[in-house]
């Protein structure tokens, strides 16, 4: 290819920037072989220019009715026609198939209201106003067999709010990762009956939701692959998190509870209950070695005897579809494949003829192993019906919200979802995030993005599902990058975050769509939208009524003075800290640029005593915010350098936060517990331990101490005196 025009004019109509403002506030061109690549993943014949050209004709055609429409609740619903001039208006008729079943038909030349035809435009017609939801249209030819079809979806203006956050009050809750519970029962892992335990505990205590890590499923058969934010799919639940013990079939299977109760299994479990860290592969071996007992009993005393239960299991396999037989097949062809080889860690190194679920040989799988295939069907509904009785829980308890599930920005590329894909998903790309002051190389996450042609063409199928699955048994949804709604950063497979470019999104559809399905599950929408942030989506994101993200740390003017609470978009969620941040105790002590530094993580020694230096600032500036507003407790210091992290300055910060605007705050259970290590420290893979380090006290003893007690009481008052 020659022309670098026709490449970017190319480009800029599939809908990828050509060019990008950095974090420096340049702007920056993106490079040819950069925009080449991702054409080519978009299914771009890029030869020559010609070939492109072409190409881009085919993929931009425009057809006589789109595939899908999009309108909010309300506005006029008008349909655009790409017809030839002398196509006659008297020969189209039209049919609405509502969602509810209502059918209704008319003329198109009764109904017209534009026809722009000899500018080269469309003619348009109108249809009567529909209640929200998923319609289908028939457009009608005389003497053409088959009709036009378009979906069209009619959503409301905003996404759903519980009635108390309508009628603004402040609420506070926990946010955990679940994994990191202990107690004096599970098995070393917290679980679904943990999560119980904390949703009545925090209730108790005044709070209205627990907010969890994401919770999909990940890899049993390579338990150590356990990064929630890298999972094998975002539709299906991490089984590690069932409460094996409170299994109906538990209870009757001899054989599990005699191996359960011997002294090697108990002191497997006293074990790996003991550790400081998540042991996956012990846990895995742990409840693996157990599950497949309470299948045998579910198969013998309820299958094959067609009870009520066995109705229940097999209604959720049929309402799980081909989604649950992919997820299903792929973790026992996995479990199957790691038996005979320790090295397969994903379907990119299992044998050629198992590498899609596609092929011949996985069919046969299926067909030789549809019990191999129905256990893992079986757990899925185990883990559903557990995470179905914590949601019934929180609501019995009257909290605002109860649980609040987080939606993780994409899917492993060595996963089920990709295993299985039909296109949905462009695999020769990984998202990621462009260079920034902190990251001068860029991140690539390693997660293959939704193809946007695609979604329209499928009418936002895959994209309707992933909500669907993910606002099941919840009364939030947080949005990992949210901002991917509008665009994301694609990277050529195999090149560094630094040759990439930005992939924009048809962000008022997805919006739209994201407030219907709000509604339908209600469901509150939280946007993670730390970062860089493009001014086309703050706007958007407000008027959505997604509540955005407060980050203490991350809300400070130009001179680097902390901005008040108080001052805060009330349609937002405070936190002091996440789970890509140290915590309080370690953002304070500067644990995290000490075990940088160890790591290697900052080979620019200058940088690194520009960061000691800016958290040096940044300690003074909390500590003179406080102060200002009153809020610095007797005899805690003036100068930070002085000032230790204890009890009394963390619940201080908590307050602080509490008394602001946000209609929602989140606290980690690790800043009530004093804890220093971080959960997961970005730019690591094998460096440190992520995603495993657990809570320092068991869950028993976390909200029968006085000192929390007390924070709570605390939390509660200062909540409330905001609401007047």
Same mark, same amino acid.
């Given at each position: 290819?020659?022309?670098?025009?026709?490449?970017?004019?190319?480009?800029?109509?599939?809908?990828?920037?050509?060019?990008?403002?950095? &974090?420096?506030?340049?702007?920056?061109?993106?490079?040819?072989?950069?925009?080449r690549?991702?054409?080519?993943?978009?299914?771009?014949?890029?030869?020559?220019?010609?070939?492109?050209?072409?190409? *881009? !004709?085919?993929?931009?055609?425009?057809?006589?009715?789109?595939?899908?429409?999009?309108?909010?609740?309300?506005e006029?619903? @008008?349909?655009?026609?790409?017809?030839?001039?002398?196509?006659?208006?008297?020969?189209?008729?039209?049919r609405?198939?509502?969602?509810?079943?209502?059918?209704?038909?008319?003329?198109?030349?009764?109904?017209?209201?534009?026809?722009?035809? &000899?500018?080269?435009?469309?003619?348009?017609?109108?249809?009567?106003?529909?209640?929200?939801?998923?319609?289908?249209i028939?457009?009608?030819?005389?003497?053409?067999?088959?009709?036009?079809?378009?979906?069209?979806?009619?959503?409301?203006?905003?996404?759903?709010?519980?009635?108390?956050?309508?009628?603004?009050?402040?609420?506070?809750?926990?946010?955990?990762?679940?994994?990191?519970?202990?107690?004096?029962?599970?098995?070393?892992?917290?679980?679904?009956?943990?999560?119980?335990?904390?949703?009545?505990?925090?209730?108790?205590?005044?709070?209205?939701?627990?907010?969890?890590?994401?919770?999909?499923?990940?890899?049993?058969a390579?338990?150590?692959?356990? *990064?929630?934010?890298?999972?094998?799919?975002?539709?299906?639940?991490?089984? $590690?998190?069932?409460?094996v013990?409170s299994?109906?079939?538990?209870?009757?299977?001899?054989?599990?509870?005699?191996?359960?109760?011997?002294?090697?299994?108990?002191?497997?479990?006293?074990?790996?209950?003991?550790?400081?860290?998540?042991?996956?592969?012990?846990?895995?071996?742990?409840?693996?070695?157990?599950l497949?007992?309470?299948?045998?009993?579910?198969?013998?005393?309820?299958?094959? #005897?067609?009870?009520?239960?066995?109705?229940q299991?097999?209604?959720?396999?049929?309402?799980?579809?081909?989604? !649950? !037989?992919?997820?299903?097949?792929?973790?026992?062809?996995?479990?199957?494949?790691?038996?005979?080889?320790?090295?397969?860690?994903?379907?990119?190194?299992?044998?050629?003829?198992y590498?899609?679920?596609?092929?011949?040989?996985?069919?046969?799988?299926?067909?030789?192993?549809?019990?191999?295939?129905?256990?893992?069907?079986?757990?899925?509904?185990?883990?559903?019906?557990?995470?179905? @009785?914590?949601?019934?829980?929180?609501? @019995?308890?009257?909290?605002?919200?109860?649980?609040?599930?987080?939606?993780?920005?994409?899917?492993c590329?060595?996963?089920?979802?990709?295993w299985?894909?039909?296109?949905?998903?462009?695999?020769?790309? *990984?998202?990621?995030?462009?260079?920034?002051?902190?990251g001068?190389?860029?991140?690539?996450?390693?997660?293959?993005?939704?193809?946007?042609?695609?979604?329209?063409?499928?009418?936002?199928?895959?994209?309707?599902?992933?909500?669907?699955?993910? $606002?099941?048994?919840?009364?939030?949804?947080?949005?990992?990058?949210?901002?991917?709604?509008?665009? !994301?950063?694609?990277i050529?497979?195999?090149?560094?975050?630094?040759?990439?470019?930005?992939?924009?999104?048809?962000?008022?559809?997805? $919006?739209?769509?994201?407030?219907?399905?709000?509604?339908?599950?209600?469901?509150?929408?939280?946007?993670?939208?730390?970062?860089?942030?493009?001014? @086309?989506?703050?706007?958007?994101?407000?008027?959505?009524?997604?509540?955005?993200?407060?980050?203490?740390?991350?809300?400070?003017?130009?001179?680097g003075?902390?901005?008040?609470?108080?001052?805060?978009?009330?349609?937002?969620?405070?936190?002091l800290?996440?789970?890509?941040?140290?915590?309080?105790?370690?953002?304070?002590?500067?644990?995290?640029? #000490?075990?940088?530094?160890?790591?290697?993580?900052?080979?620019?020694?200058?940088?690194?005593?520009?960061?000691?230096?800016?958290?040096?600032?940044?300690?003074?500036?909390?500590?003179?915010s406080?102060?200002?507003?009153?809020?610095?407790?007797?005899?805690?210091?003036?100068d930070?350098?002085?000032?230790?992290?204890?009890?009394?300055?963390?619940?201080?910060?908590?307050?602080?936060?509490?008394?602001?605007?946000s209609?929602?705050?989140?606290?980690?259970?690790?800043?009530?517990?004093?804890?220093?290590?971080?959960?997961?420290?970005?730019?690591?893979?094998?460096?440190?331990?992520?995603?495993?380090?657990?809570?320092?006290?068991?869950?028993?003893?976390?909200?029968?101490?006085?000192?929390?007690?007390?924070?709570?009481?605390?939390?509660?008052?200062?909540?409330?005196?905001?609401?007047?």
């Open positions: 290819m020659k022309d670098s025009q026709v490449l970017k004019q190319v480009a800029t109509a599939a809908g990828i920037a050509d060019s990008y403002v950095n &974090a420096w506030g340049h702007s920056t061109q993106v490079s040819d072989e950069t925009l690549r991702l054409l080519a993943a978009l299914e771009y014949d890029v030869r020559s220019d010609d070939a492109l050209l072409e190409s *881009s !004709l085919k993929h931009n055609r425009v057809e006589i009715l789109a595939d899908v429409k999009v309108v909010r609740y309300g006029p619903v @008008e349909i655009e026609l790409h017809l030839g001039i002398s196509a006659r208006v008297s020969d189209f008729s039209w609405l198939i509502a969602e509810d079943g209502n059918v209704y038909e008319g003329w198109l030349q009764s109904q017209l209201i534009r026809d722009s035809r &000899a500018e080269g435009g469309p003619l348009v017609f109108s249809l009567p106003k529909l209640e929200c939801g998923y319609h289908q028939e457009l009608i030819r005389k003497r053409r067999k088959s009709p036009y079809l378009m979906t069209l979806i009619v959503a409301p203006a905003t996404c759903y709010k519980q009635q108390a956050l309508k009628d603004n009050k402040k609420i506070w809750g926990t946010s955990i990762q679940l994994y990191s519970v202990r107690t004096s029962h599970n098995w070393g892992i917290g679980d679904f009956g943990d999560l119980k335990q904390l949703v009545i505990d925090v209730a108790k205590a005044g709070g209205d939701f627990v907010g969890l890590n994401p919770i999909h499923s990940l890899f049993p390579n338990p150590e692959g356990a *990064s929630p934010y890298s999972p094998s799919s975002r539709r299906w639940l991490n089984l $590690m998190y069932i409460d013990s299994v109906a079939e538990f209870a009757q299977s001899d054989v599990a509870q005699l191996l359960v109760g011997s002294s090697e299994f108990q002191q497997r479990l006293s074990d790996v209950r003991d550790t400081d860290w998540v042991n996956y592969s012990e846990v895995s071996a742990l409840k693996m070695s157990i497949p007992l309470l299948y045998q009993v579910f198969v013998t005393r309820h299958l094959e #005897k067609n009870t009520a239960r066995a109705k299991f097999l209604q959720f396999v049929e309402d799980g579809g081909e989604s !649950l !037989l992919h997820q299903a097949t792929f973790d026992a062809i996995h479990a199957y494949l790691k038996q005979e080889n320790d090295d397969m860690w994903g379907w990119p190194v299992f044998p050629e003829a590498r899609h679920f596609d092929n011949q040989a996985v069919q046969g799988f299926i067909d030789q192993h549809y019990d191999q295939v129905e256990l893992y069907m079986y757990l899925q509904w185990l883990a559903d019906n557990q995470l179905a @009785e914590v949601h019934e829980l929180a609501n @019995e308890n009257e909290m605002v919200i109860g649980l609040y599930r987080d939606l993780a920005v994409g899917v590329e060595s996963g089920a979802e990709t299985a894909d039909h296109g949905a998903l462009c695999q020769d790309v *990984s998202i990621g995030a462009p260079p920034d002051i902190l001068p190389l860029g991140q690539n996450w390693g997660l293959p993005p939704l193809n946007p042609q695609v979604l329209k063409q499928t009418a936002y199928q895959p994209f309707i599902n992933l909500l669907r699955a993910n $606002m099941r048994n919840c009364g939030a949804l947080r949005i990992d990058h949210v901002l991917g709604l509008l665009r !994301l950063w694609w050529p497979k195999g090149e560094s975050a630094q040759q990439g470019a930005y992939m924009y999104y048809p962000v008022d559809d997805m $919006m739209a769509i994201l407030a219907l399905e709000s509604h339908r599950h209600q469901c509150t929408v939280i946007g993670e939208d730390l970062g860089t942030v493009p001014e @086309e989506i703050v706007d958007k994101l407000s008027t959505a009524g997604i509540h955005s993200y407060k980050v203490f740390f991350f809300e400070t003017a130009a001179d003075g902390f901005y008040s609470p108080i001052h805060y978009n009330a349609q937002s969620m405070a936190a800290c996440t789970h890509d941040m140290p915590t309080l105790r370690g953002f304070w002590h500067c644990d995290d640029l #000490k075990m940088g530094k160890q790591l290697g993580l900052y080979p620019d020694a200058d940088q690194l005593t520009q960061l000691f230096n800016s958290r040096a600032q940044s300690k003074q500036n909390i500590l003179n406080l102060n200002w507003h009153g809020n610095l407790p007797d005899g805690i210091g003036l930070a350098a002085y000032v230790p992290m204890d009890r009394i300055l963390s619940e201080a910060l908590q307050v602080h936060l509490a008394s602001g605007a209609a929602l705050l989140s606290l980690q259970l690790e800043d009530w517990l004093e804890m220093d290590k971080p959960v997961n420290i970005p730019g690591t893979v094998n460096e440190y331990p992520n995603w495993r380090r657990k809570l320092s006290v068991n869950l028993d003893d976390i909200f029968t101490r006085q000192t929390i007690k007390d924070l709570t009481t605390r939390l509660n008052q200062a909540r409330e005196k905001v609401n007047h």
